[in-house]
């Protein structure tokens, strides 16, 4: 399981309308929303799946960045050893 923390720059007046529209996304859960910036949690089972989801969010409508705060990745299966099918 990873789980990362996000902060998203928006465009200004379009943070709750970008904000609905992330949180609509499987894995993502947006927990506060000020002026023009966005704080969410993302949870996938692979790194590899977080980039990914973090990445679609620059497809949303007023999104200008996407920061990394943290990331919580020791039970990646890869880092263990394990194999995915």
Do not use: R, W
């Amino acid at each position: 399981m990873v789980i990362s923390g996000l902060y998203i720059v928006t465009i200004d007046g379009k943070a709750e309308l970008a904000a609905n529209e992330i949180n609509k996304l499987p894995g993502v859960e947006v927990h506060h929303v000020e002026g023009n910036k966005i704080v969410l949690a993302i949870e996938t089972v692979t790194l590899d799946e977080s980039y990914k989801l973090a990445d679609s969010f620059k497809k949303v409508d007023g999104v200008l960045a996407i920061c990394l705060v943290y990331s919580n990745f020791e039970d990646e299966p890869y880092y263990k050893g394990e194999q995915l099918l």
